[in-house]
Every structure is written in structure tokens, then in C-alpha cells.
């Protein structure tokens, strides 16, 4: 009798962890869980005011042991029996800087409520000026180590965050031995191997988050990172010169954290890698195809089994990493530091009377805001309201990253209504999606067609509409909501040696398509003279920050 095989995809995002437990040779999705990172819900160690994002370590181990816990709750002994396989994304670029054990030091006495000691989130803006400064390096540096990542650095990426630490907080920067990415931390945590120098790495994280690329012996030089200071060049000796793809297997799970999930002691440990990436496998992303994973900001990933592209430089997008999405081929990354956030600040803005005056209603009407508001938006004919919107209220990810640029809305007038803001909102970030293609296309990367996952396409007709509207592309939505969990279940399927490769797990184990949005021409048409008005509106914001 054929014995089922069972996989755990788990899913990092910005406010929570969750899990997918899969059936690897049916793809039944059998279970699932969520759990609340409870001190980052509390809003504890960040400041949004200076773009400070932080996740305490504890946060992630705690939430880990509760979902795979309530996960395995739902489902019978035999079922638990036959789990082969658990994998993991998170968001990126997520770094935490580790003593000589690889453990976080938040984890470690003295640093347990120090915020310079925790993951740095990917939404943390705090690096900015050392983003600058790695740039200006780089680009009259004798090999350019921006050259792959799109041709500029962000704030929101690994070096940046490190070497602003490093300079900011002396206490963090005599504790630090290295730093680690919160995906590659995850699978060395399961496995014991958390020491900086041994502990596997990520490609998706290496290439795209931290200049590494193999024709360079890896990551930059220590040369190029002293020149930036000391004390980053000396980390350049504790960390990594391979990456690996994220279908290696990493190790076994230890008995310690076996016992703490309720797992088997045989399950095998798959690398982490980001969840955008991740969730691109778990829509069943193919060569040409663009994937975009569509939620508090968007990620927009696309893979070309097109090998001229291993070494064509394409400009403004956030790295082209030979086997980042899936190995064997090339994949790309871009994005907006802000969409569904987009729609999340009009509704705290909404809000504030009601916290101001009526506190004891905020759970009652919080949750009717954005709906209410898409509700009225939808009724408004594309000639009611003037208003204009950017995109950029936590800067540009792509194309040409740059946290310092600002949001604006333009067009204001006695009568505009919340319904008119929240869709020039709406319609902005469209526009934003719209660049990111074009600088596709002008660049030579072919897009054959474009699919979505994510909250928002699964929730939000009205965005979804006027985003394939402004695009002129139809979007097919993956009907899943944990594309990204079943994209690391996919993973650890390989991991585990039930499936050969990536294409046999998707093939197995993917999801359907649900509703497919069509553009209507004539809209396209209307939005594309807005377009052009969005782009100048962008040229004078960029001005304004010159």
C-alpha cells in the first residue's frame, strides 16, 4: 500500500507566520495556521516616524512553535507520521547581526530589548544615507557590485542595514561577529548549524540582497567593504563565498526543535529563501511570465530560461540572479515599497476621529473602511474626480530605488471626497506597476503574461480591475491564499527527495486558477493619458529631491 507524504510550507510575511501542511503526490492542502507576531503587534521596537521597523528573534521561534502546533492539532497521528519535509520563507531583506554562535544578538544578555540588535525589516528605511554612500562607492569601484542588482543599492537591503548599525550603536558593533538573513537563519536553527561561516546561504537573498555573484568570488570584496569601514570588511571573513538554490536540502531536524514542533525526527530541512520568490514558485511561475505577489508592498517576479541574460545588465530593478526562483533559470525582481500600505494610510487617516472621539468603536468600523471606500470609488465615471496620486509614501523600490523620494497627491480641490482619494490611490499604484513593466520592456525582457496572488488580488475586484485597465494586460489570480507556504512546501518536497525538481512539485502540488481580470480598451486608453501625467508628476518629485 503507497504511503501518503506529507510537507510543511512555512510563510514569514510582515505581520505574521503561517503554515500549509500538503499532501506532496495529491497537492491537497490539509491544514493550516496563523499566528500574530505578538511584540511586533504591539507596535514594540519600531518608529515609524525614522522609518525604524524591527522583529524581535523571540517573535519568530514563538509563533513557529504555535502554528506548526495548531497545524498538526488539526490532522491524525498517521498524518503527522508521514511529514518528510518542512521549508520556510521570509521577507528579505531581513538581517540581524549574530555573535560567533550565529545567535541573534537580542538573544544574547544585555541585548534583549535593543532594537539595533534584532532583524532589521525589509520596510526599514533607517539606511538610507549608507545606501548613498554604498552607491557612490560602488559605482567608481574597479568592478561595480550594483551592476546585477539593477544598478543601484537600496536602503531596504542587507549592507545598508548592517553598516548603519555599525556606525550607530558602538555596544551592537563590538558584540557583532556577522550578520544572517532571517530565511537562511530559519533552516540553520532546525538543523544546529547557525555559525556564521558554515551555515548555508541562500542564493535568492545572496544575489539579489547582498551583490553576491559567483563571477566575483561572491560577495564584495573586503577590500570595497573596508573602504566603507572596518568593521564591515571584518565580516566579510564570517559569512559565506557559495549560495545554494532553495530545493537543497539543508540537514535533519534537530531532536530538540522535532519535540518543540511535534514533528517527526526525520523530517528534512529545506534552505529558506524570500517569500515573493517563494510565492512565485507556489503560482507555478514559468519562463516569461510575470508574477506579482500583491499585498502591503508588491514584489514582481519574472524567471527566462534565456541564457543571453545571465550576463545582459538590466537597469532599475532589484537584481538578476541565475536560480533565484527557480534553479536553472534566471530570475528578476522588482516592486513597490508600497501598495496595499497605500490604502492602509488612508484608512488610518480616515481613522483618527474615530480614536480621537470615539475610541470604543475603532474594532466595529476599522474593518469596513477599505470596503466601503472601494464601494464608492468603483461608483465614481473616470471624469468625477482630478485627483493624482504617486505611489512613492515609502520610496521607490523599483524602477531606480530610492527611499528618500515622497508620495504626493496633486489635484485637490472643496470637492473632493475620500472615495476620490482612496481611487487616485488606487489608480496610482497601478501607474507604479505600469513603470516597472515598461523598464521591463524597454530593457528587452520579454513578458508573455502576468499572474497574481496575494491578499488583495484574491479580496479586491475594484484594484484588480483597474490594475489589468491601466496595464492593458489580463491578470489571472492563483486561487490560493498561501502561495507563498504552498511555494515552500514545494520546496521541501524536493528537499525531502519525494519529488526530482521544482517543475514535478508544481506539477503535483499546484494551485488553480480562479477569476481572470480582462483590461477594457477604452479605459486603457483614458489611464494611459493619466500615465503620462503620473510620470511628470514623478520628474518633479524627483526634483524636489535633487
Not at 538573513?181 to 556564521?196: A, F, I, R
Amino acid at each position: 500500500m503507497k504511503t501518503n507524504r506529507y510537507v510543511i510550507g512555512v510563510d514569514y510575511g510582515t505581520d505574521s507566520c503561517r503554515t500549509l501542511l500538503v499532501n506532496c503526490e495529491t497537492g491537497e492542502q490539509i491544514a493550516t495556521a496563523e499566528c500574530k507576531y505578538p511584540r511586533w503587534a504591539k507596535g514594540l521596537y519600531c518608529d515609524p516616524k525614522t522609518d525604524r521597523y524591527r522583529q524581535h528573534p523571540l517573535d519568530y521561534l514563538e509563533s513557529l512553535e504555535k502554528v506548526v502546533r495548531d497545524t498538526l492539532a488539526q490532522v491524525s497521528p498517521e498524518v503527522v507520521e508521514g511529514i518528510c519535509g518542512i521549508s520556510f520563507d521570509t521577507t528579505a531583506s531581513t538581517p540581524v547581526l549574530v555573535d560567533r554562535e550565529g545567535t541573534p544578538l537580542a538573544l544574547t544578555k544585555g541585548f534583549e530589548e535593543c532594537p539595533d540588535a534584532m532583524f532589521v525589516l525589509w520596510k526599514d528605511h533607517t539606511a538610507k544615507a549608507e545606501a548613498g554612500q554604498i552607491n557612490a562607492l560602488a559605482h567608481s569601484w574597479t568592478t561595480d557590485y550594483t551592476s546585477y542588482s539593477g544598478g543601484t543599492y537600496s536602503a531596504e537591503w542587507a549592507w545598508s542595514k548592517v553598516l548603519h548599525i555599525l556606525r550607530t550603536n558602538k555596544d551592537v558593533r563590538e558584540a557583532a561577529w556577522s550578520w544572517t538573513e532571517h530565511c537562511d537563519w530559519m533552516s540553520g536553527v532546525l538543523t544546529g548549524n547557525t555559525k556564521p561561516e558554515t551555515m548555508p546561504r541562500s542564493r535568492c537573498t545572496a544575489g539579489h540582497k547582498a551583490m553576491w555573484r559567483e563571477q566575483w568570488g561572491g560577495l564584495p570584496s573586503k577590500e570595497f567593504l573596508d573602504s566603507l569601514d572596518p568593521s564591515l570588511g571584518a565580516m566579510r571573513e564570517h559569512l559565506y563565498t557559495g549560495s545554494h538554490t532553495a530545493d537543497k536540502c539543508v540537514g535533519t531536524i534537530t531532536p530538540e526543535f522535532a519535540a518543540r514542533l511535534g514533528l517527526p525526527a526525520t523530517v528534512k530541512v529545506g534552505l529558506g529563501s524570500i517569500d515573493a520568490h517563494v510565492g512565485a514558485v507556489g503560482a507555478s511561475i514559468s519562463s516569461n511570465v510575470l508574477t506579482r505577489i500583491i499585498g502591503t508592498s508588491t514584489c514582481d517576479i519574472l524567471v527566462s530560461d534565456d541564457t543571453s541574460y545571465a550576463t545582459k545588465q538590466i537597469s532599475g530593478i532589484c537584481g538578476q540572479v541565475d536560480g533565484s526562483v527557480m534553479p536553472g533559470m534566471i530570475g528578476f525582481e522588482a516592486g513597490q515599497s508600497a501598495f496595499g500600505d497605500l490604502y492602509a494610510w488612508l484608512k488610518n487617516f480616515l481613522m483618527w476621529t474615530v480614536d480621537e472621539f470615539v475610541p470604543e468603536k475603532r474594532e466595529e468600523i476599522e474593518g469596513k473602511v477599505i470596503a466601503r471606500l472601494s464601494e464608492q470609488a468603483e461608483k465614481l465615471s473616470d471624469d468625477d474626480s482630478a485627483v493624482l496620486a504617486l505611489d512613492w509614501m515609502n520610496g521607490r523600490r523599483t524602477p531606480d530605488a530610492d527611499q528618500n523620494v515622497k508620495g504626493a497627491i496633486a489635484g485637490i480641490t472643496l470637492g473632493t471626497t475620500a472615495p476620490m482619494v482612496f481611487k487616485a490611490l488606487v489608480e496610482a499604484t497601478a501607474y507604479g506597476s505600469k513603470a516597472i513593466i515598461d523598464r521591463f520592456v524597454s530593457e528587452g525582457v520579454k513578458i508573455d503574461s502576468i499572474i497574481a496572488i496575494g491578499g488583495i488580488s484574491l479580496k479586491s475586484p475594484f484594484v484588480m480591475q483597474t490594475l489589468s485597465d491601466v496595464l492593458g494586460m489580463p491578470i489571472a489570480v492563483v486561487q490560493t491564499s498561501q502561495a507563498c507556504a504552498l511555494g515552500a512546501a514545494m520546496f521541501a518536497s524536493v528537499a525531502a527527495g519525494v519529488h526530482p525538481d521544482v517543475p514535478a512539485a508544481q506539477k503535483a502540488m499546484g494551485a488553480p486558477f480562479g477569476r481572470t481580470y480582462t483590461p477594457d480598451s477604452e479605459r486603457h486608453d483614458h489611464y494611459m493619458k493619466l500615465f503620462s501625467e503620473y510620470l511628470r508628476l514623478g520628474e518633479y518629485e524627483n526634483s524636489r529631491n535633487v
